[in-house]
């Protein structure tokens, strides 16, 4: 089928990158971009937890630079609410219905929601995109009590931002330790102990049941019956794909749009994936994933853009995801997946300068790198060849 127009959704990292990307394949048709944020160029997200917060950064800093020949046309401020794949439409919230030649879905994700908290209610934040960090940064401009539900990347960096700035600040978490789905028990708690030595009151293993107030949030209750004094509640519990216009096509949709390895939506081969939305076949890992960091989308963008413009030469994506994290003086690299905690290789956390190891069956799987960005790369370059463990112990510096 002839390509003249192609419909990429959402308008972020992923979309914009695969939008460039289509122009750097030779497609010279029209671009159409929709996205329900108005801003564009679009911003980038890291900086929001870091720097936007930190107040270090003009609001302008942060936008992504976009390429000169991507001349989209652009549909701001509006969701896609449906699709049609049979009929190669898409439509919007205000009705307007778009046909395509060829789809790119980069609708990325959102914070996930605890039903049982209001997240309208004054004192309550969430922090996704550009607007809701500015209204975190506003809000901890006095010297509120800061209480943080969620122990993940975001809630421990919001915890380190808030801590820097000197507020009281309190970080809820259900699991034994924080950031312990990405690092394990064992560096959960190295993370926890860094944490605690910079005054924050981690309390792990707690179930939060609501918060409550007068006419703001006063307090977060706990289901033990317990109460943590608020004035400033920041729900951090992890995030959710933005797949819900794709229902009824007929689309695998359990945990993000499942693609096969060059990208492509299973069951549609006019339709690709990319960034935070997407789960595909990772060959190197042997498992599907979908992963929720910044490489992973701009790298998908690029093979996204590349099998919807040249379906007859594919081209397989694997990858070793990464992602990295700023908190205090810890600049915390995680290169691979899952894994085992294995051992300390190099360093110590004395130092907070270290590589820890994670592996499977004894080969390395992972790899946590703290102030130590060059040999990241090293350990990501080993994950490519999935080397024993005992290898590399033997040839360690
Ligand atoms: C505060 C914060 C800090 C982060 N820090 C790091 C970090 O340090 N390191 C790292 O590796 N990663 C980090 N990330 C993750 C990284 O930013 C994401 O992986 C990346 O933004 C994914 O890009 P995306 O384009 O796939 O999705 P998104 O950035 O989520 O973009 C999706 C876009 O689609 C829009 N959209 C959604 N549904 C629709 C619809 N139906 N119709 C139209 N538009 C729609 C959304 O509004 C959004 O603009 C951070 C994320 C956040 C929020």
């Not at 914070?111 to 809000?139: C, N, Q, W, Y």
């Not at 992890?238 to 949709?253: H, I, Q, Y």
Request: aromatic letters at 6%; glycine letters at 10%; proline letters at 5%.
């Amino acid at each position: 089928m002839p390509m003249n127009r192609i419909v990429v959704a959402g308008v972020s990292l992923a979309g914009l990158r695969t939008a460039e990307a289509l122009r750097l394949e030779g497609f010279t048709g029209e671009i159409v971009m929709v996205g329900e944020e108005q801003l564009f160029p679009p911003y980038d997200r890291p900086p929001l937890s870091k720097e936007i917060l930190k107040g270090l950064w003009q609001e302008d800093r942060g936008r992504l630079k976009v390429a000169e020949n991507l001349d989209p046309t652009l549909i701001l401020g509006h969701r896609v609410t449906a699709l049609r794949a049979s009929d190669n439409e898409v439509e919007l919230d205000d009705g307007t219905v778009l046909t395509y030649d060829g789809l790119v879905i980069a609708t990325g994700a959102s914070p996930k929601m605890m039903g049982s908290i209001d997240t309208s209610i004054p004192g309550v934040h969430v922090l996704r995109t550009f607007p809701e960090a500015v209204a975190l940064r506003e809000a901890i401009g006095g010297s509120p009590k800061v209480v943080i539900i969620g122990a993940g990347w975001i809630g421990c960096e919001v915890a380190a931002t808030c801590r820097d700035r000197g507020l009281d600040v309190t970080i809820l978490e259900y699991f034994p330790q924080p950031l312990e789905r990405t690092l394990g028990p064992i560096m959960g708690a190295w993370a926890g102990a860094m944490h605690r030595a910079h005054g924050v009151d981690l309390r792990c293993g707690v179930s939060v049941s609501g918060v409550s107030g007068e006419g703001r949030v006063e307090r977060v209750d706990l289901a033990d019956g317990t109460s943590v004094a608020a004035d400033i509640v920041v729900l951090a519990i992890g995030v959710f794909p933005e797949t819900k216009w794709l229902e009824g096509n007929g689309f695998d949709l359990e945990n993000g749009v499942l693609c096969d390895e060059t990208l492509q939506v299973v069951g549609a081969s006019n339709i690709v994936a990319a960034g935070d939305v997407c789960r595909w076949p990772n060959k190197m890992f042997n498992r599907t994933m979908r992963v929720e960091h910044w490489s992973n989308a701009v790298e998908q963008a690029a093979v996204a853009a590349h099998t919807l413009i040249h379906p007859d030469e594919p081209k397989g994506y694997s990858a070793v995801p990464y992602v990295w994290s700023d908190q205090y003086d810890a600049k915390i690299q995680y290169v691979g997946t899952g894994g085992e905690y294995h051992s300390i290789l190099e360093g110590s956390t004395e130092e907070n300068k270290f590589v820890a190891a994670y592996a499977t069956d004894g080969v390395l799987v992972g790899a946590l790198c703290v102030n130590s960005p060059a040999r990241m790369i090293k350990y990501k370059r080993f994950l490519t060849t999935a080397p024993q463990m005992d290898l590399i112990e033997e040839n360690l510096p």
